[in-house]
């Protein structure tokens, strides 16, 4: 694959951006293409372009179809996913058996906010990749990698709040941890069926 970087001289009408021509710095004439512009970025950019540290014509170009790619911590459903999709790639890329991830190093993770995002996850699969020996990714390996013991953050309170903040934020991974099936969150928690419904319910979770 060849990067090629093109110097563009962009006319300020609208309408000419929209003809799909650009016209090379040097050229002397338009050039027709036909390409689909992508961009992505964490900041605000309608606060930068009110502080002048955006320009505002180049906003408008690019803002069409927005699409917001929430954080890691708000969609823990995918987490899981992600870190396996990284295990599997780093395996290839440095020629080594896949790492698994025990029923608690799952857990450990997904307690975790991961401010890093996808960018965490992947630096924690590369480090787990070269450095391990066997097979089996602990929890105590995650939580190292974190430098924290990913447990929920609970301020100190009434009892009772407390205590249903911490069940709540509980079920809620369980039932991530085991795709939502019942049966294996009930055996996890070591509840029966009816009273996990009545305490999921009871909690807001169901």
Known sequence: MKLVTLILKLKPSCSEFWRSEIEPIGAGKPVKVDVRVISATNRHLEERVEQGHFRQDLYYRLKGVVVRVPPLR???????????????????????????????????????????????????????????????????????????????????????????HFDRDYFRRLLILHDGNMTAVAKAAKMDRAGLYRKLKALGVL
């Open 74 to 164: 708000e969609r823990k459903e995918d987490v899981l996913d992600l870190m396996e999709h990284f295990l599997l790639r780093e395996a290839a890329r440095h020629n080594r058996p896949a790492l698994s991830l025990t029923v608690d190093a799952r857990a450990q993770l997904l307690a975790h906010d991961l401010p890093g995002n996808v960018l965490e996850l992947s630096g924690l699969a590369t480090s787990l990749t070269v450095n391990k020996i066997d097979s089996q990714v602990t929890a105590d390996e995650v939580e190292q990698w974190f430098g924290t013991t990913g447990s929920p953050r609970v301020t100190v309170g009434d009892y009772k709040a407390s205590k249903e």
